[in-house]
């Protein structure tokens, strides 16, 4: 009879003393065989059908069908005034008896512990912690791996009567896996163009993927995208990572890749960029998720865009090629996915912290699994999904143009599309006071097409009568009522704010909630719907003298073991002790068990990486290095991980001295008679750098003499007469000097004296003299090019 199933779910959910889940996420197989129980509840369960719109079971975006690996959030609701008391949802293969594990598919997992927990003797089912009213509840489902079919998610009710699992109904949905073959992008067909808002949320925490999270340095790198054509990929699965993306995924620099898109030209219209986010998560009442706008046309209807996870080797996250055309000829409204992290293959590191370690040949990018390596963050010896570290959503803001798709996508959208620009911000003057807006009219078109419709406010004061005051009159676009399913007298309504505290500090008392008219009736007629809704509460039952208020229990405490079994404890605090003076009676700590991955599973314990070492140099480069050491027992097996890691360092570059070549020969005095100087000099081969000796003197003078110049005016001519003699007697000896000098070579003559190296402060001149002919008899030592130098612009600079 339905009183005795009613007996006996009551009994189940109750029956639970101790808490199967761990942390977020626990896998069902961990709490044991269900020993055909779940079976005999389903048989107890499916001898009746009845249909029933109170409640609904339904998959967050309400998908069709199921990517594998994915995680998606389940919700079972009441519609008001309803409730339910005690529920039990399962994930059944499709065609499945439910007699056997295998007939139930996917995991369950545990948001709150003070809801939902996993049923005693039916571990794949999830039902109520405590019974009481529920008007909603939610947990995520991680879909099962490819090629398990259709699953069939049920859920039953437990009211003042039981609602029992349909095959069929707002209580039943069905989902099958998602056809992955490859498809090609088609050509868009949608008129106009479109505005979308991308926004990204970080799910990456240390509390939802707590193995080896780096505290210190966990980010989100900068993001870089864009909407283009189907020709460009900035990056897919299978691919090889271009450089933009190898820049992204191994350092967070976006430059690159920025680079690469603004090359393609035509084919991109917007370029997509977000700020790096330091920390990666932190809860949106602290930091806004970043989002950024972009549009899109006919011919560039894709979006694409990545992110590194930081620190890493070189993983992602992001989206390839989303296509927002419909095959409708439309733009799509909105996008959800959850995202998994992706590996560029270019950096073979293994955990987040891993030295660089490039990998040649580079491989083809690839998405992260469970199952990769013992030592990743994200390893799981069962090959479960990875819990998505964050999620994207698209949404479309605005549409510009004329439109081609037939069909819109519902009245608020017309709307919203009919206003070519967005409303300006109210820029009335502070010496304006007005009364609040009154609700809007109803639409100037009576049928169902555009029209307009008007609220207005009072001008209740004018500070300053030089300024003027703005309209008391604001029209919008409308769509006239007929345009929806619904009756035109449905009035909109916001969400119910939260409920007020409890009128009694112990015992039974009241608490009430509210809620407003967003939008009334197009019709005119009045909103009949409840604004205010009241319910009675509990706060400390025993209201004695020696009763006593407590806080809520804090968090669980990480569990003691890190394989096997543990514990963990949370505690709360006493608020107010009770009035008679007594000790307080409630519990004020518990503590419970917890499982950890079996230990004899993990043949590699290691102790954390020990800090790195000194740099092996003291300036330049050099290596330095860090351990581990082994922790395990030896019988658990050969542990195979490294124990010590060497990479690189760097340190300020080493001092490097100035170098310089040889003096040169001293060259002629520069006086023909009487006191003069001769120079020689040398050349800087290396500047001096980081801090090394710095050069010396390049010149240096001494002074000559050769002999006692005549004095007079006469003697000038007599010297200038002997200077052409010994220029001439010179020129001639030279000629016969450059054969008699090199025996069996006849020689070319002297070439012209170069370009002094320097205008001033001592520079050098060369000359040459080249062999023309070699003899037979010529020796080779002695037949040979001759070379001469001299100083030249020794004059002070």
């Known amino acids: 009879t339905s009183r005795s199933v009613l007996l006996l779910l009551l009994s189940l959910s109750l029956s639970l003393s101790l808490s199967l889940s761990l942390s977020l996420c626990v896998s069902p197989s961990l709490a044991g065989k269900s020993d055909g129980y779940c079976s005999r509840i389903l048989r107890a369960q499916s001898n009746r059908k009845e249909v029933n719109n109170e409640f609904r079971l339904r998959v967050e975006g309400d998908p069709e069908s199921y990517q594998p690996g994915s995680t998606y959030r389940v919700l079972l609701t009441a519609s008001s005034p309803s409730y339910f008391r005690g529920f039990t949802i399962i994930a059944q293969r499709e065609g499945a008896e439910g007699d056997r594990d295998e007939d139930y598919i996917g995991n369950f997992q545990i948001i709150d512990e003070e809801e939902t927990q996993f049923m005693t003797n039916c571990p794949p089912a999830v039902t109520e912690s405590t019974p009481r009213r529920h008007t909603s509840i939610q947990v995520f489902w991680t879909a099962p791996r490819s090629?398990?079919?259709?699953?069939?998610?049920?859920?039953?009710?437990?009211?003042?009567?039981?609602?029992?699992?349909?095959?069929?109904?707002?209580?039943?949905?069905?989902?099958?896996?998602k056809d992955t073959t490859e498809k090609p992008l088609l050509d868009c067909c949608a008129c106009g163009t479109a505005k979308y808002r991308v926004t990204f949320y970080g799910n990456w925490s240390e509390k939802i993927h707590p193995k080896d999270y780096p505290r210190r340095a966990n980010h989100w790198s900068a993001i870089i995208g864009a909407s283009h054509s189907k020709s460009y990929v900035l990056w897919e699965y299978g691919g090889l990572a271009s450089d933009g993306v190898k820049q992204v995924a191994e350092l967070g620099s976006p430059v690159k890749m920025e680079e690469e898109i603004r090359q393609k030209g035509d084919d991109v219209l917007t370029v997509i960029k977000m700020k790096a986010q330091w920390p990666a998560w932190q809860p949106l009442n602290v930091r806004a998720a970043p989002s950024a706008e972009f549009s899109v046309d006919r011919t560039r209807h894709i979006m694409s865009f990545l992110?590194?996870?930081?620190?890493?080797?070189?993983?992602?996250?992001?989206?390839?090629?989303e296509d927002l055309c419909t095959k409708e000829c439309g733009w799509a409204q909105k996008v959800v996915q959850d995202l998994i992290p992706w590996d560029a293959g270019t950096d073979s590191g293994v955990?987040?912290?891993?030295?660089?370690?490039?990998?040649?040949?580079?491989?083809?990018?690839?998405p992260l699994t469970s199952l990769d390596h013992p030592q990743s963050p994200f390893y799981d010896p069962e090959g479960g999904a990875i819990t998505p570290v964050a999620r994207v959503v698209v949404e479309r803001i605005a549409r510009k143009g004329e439109q081609c798709n037939i069909v819109p996508d519902n009245v608020d959208d017309i709307v919203a599309d009919i206003a070519q620009e967005e409303k300006e911000e109210d820029d009335t003057p502070e010496t304006c006071i007005y009364s609040n807006w009154s609700p809007w009219s109803a639409c100037s078109s009576a049928t169902c097409e555009k029209g307009k419709r008007m609220r207005q406010r009072m001008l209740k004061a004018q500070l300053d009568l030089s300024v003027p005051c703005p309209h008391t009159q604001d029209f919008e676009p409308c769509m006239g009522p007929g345009c929806s399913d619904e009756d035109a007298s449905t009035c909109m309504l916001s969400e119910w704010i939260t409920w007020s505290p409890c009128s009694a500090s112990c015992g039974i008392g009241s608490r009430s909630r509210e809620r407003y008219v967003k939008q009334f009736p197009d019709d005119g007629s009045v909103c009949t719907l409840p604004t205010e809704e009241t319910e009675t509460c509990v706060v400390n039952e025993e209201c004695s003298p020696s009763s006593c208020l407590v806080t809520e229990w804090g968090e669980w405490d990480v569990c003691s073991a890190t394989c096997g079994l543990g514990m963990k404890r949370r505690e709360r605090l006493v608020k107010m002790p009770p009035t008679d003076g007594s000790i307080c009676g409630a519990e004020v700590l518990e503590v419970e068990k917890c499982m950890m991955p079996e230990c004899h599973t993990i043949p590699?314990?290691?102790?954390?990486?020990?800090?790195?070492?000194?740099?092996?140099?003291?300036?330049?480069?050099?290596?330095?290095?860090?351990?581990?050491?082994?922790?395990?027992?030896?019988?658990?097996?050969?542990?195979?991980?490294?124990?010590?890691?060497?990479?690189?360092?760097?340190?300020?570059?080493?001092?490097?001295?100035?170098?310089?070549?040889?003096?040169?020969?001293?060259?002629?005095?520069?006086?023909?008679?009487?006191?003069?100087?001769?120079?020689?000099?040398?050349?800087?081969?290396?500047?001096?750098?980081?801090g090394g000796?710095?050069?010396?003197?390049?010149?240096?003078?001494?002074?000559?003499?050769?002999?006692?110049?005549?004095?007079?005016?006469?003697?000038?001519?007599?010297?200038?007469?002997?200077?052409?003699?010994?220029?001439?007697r010179r020129s001639k000896t030279s000629r016969v000097d450059a054969t008699s000098e090199h025996p069996g070579c006849k020689m070319r003559p002297w070439s012209s004296w170069t370009d002094c190296t320097k205008l001033c402060g001592g520079g050098i001149q060369e000359r040459l003299m080249t062999v023309k002919q070699r003899f037979k008899t010529a020796q080779l030592s002695s037949c040979k090019d001759r070379k001469e130098i001299r100083a030249c612009n020794v004059h002070p600079c």
């Open 147 to 177: 090629g398990s079919g259709c699953v069939l998610l049920k859920a039953s009710i437990v009211q003042k009567r039981i609602i029992y699992f349909q095959d069929e109904g707002s209580l039943t949905k069905r989902m099958c896996e």
């Open 307 to 321: 992110t590194m996870l930081g620190p890493s080797p070189d993983w992602n996250v992001g989206l390839s090629a």
């Open 693 to 728: 000796d710095s050069c010396t003197e390049t010149i240096q003078r001494k002074k000559c003499k050769i002999r006692k110049c005549n004095r007079g005016q006469a003697n000038s001519d007599e010297k200038k007469r002997r200077k052409e003699q010994r220029e001439k």
């Open 604 to 690: 590699c314990m290691l102790t954390p990486w020990s800090d790195w070492s000194d740099c092996s140099v003291t300036c330049g480069k050099g290596l330095r290095t860090r351990q581990r050491k082994l922790t395990s027992p030896v019988e658990l097996g050969d542990c195979t991980e490294e124990l010590e890691q060497v990479e690189k360092c760097m340190l300020p570059e080493c001092p490097i001295d100035c170098v310089m070549s040889e003096w040169t020969e001293w060259s002629e005095c520069n006086k023909s008679c009487g006191k003069g100087h001769t120079i020689r000099t040398r050349m800087v081969k290396l500047e001096p750098q980081f």
């Open 351 to 366: 955990t987040y912290e891993s030295p660089n370690k490039p990998t040649v040949p580079q491989e083809k990018i690839r």
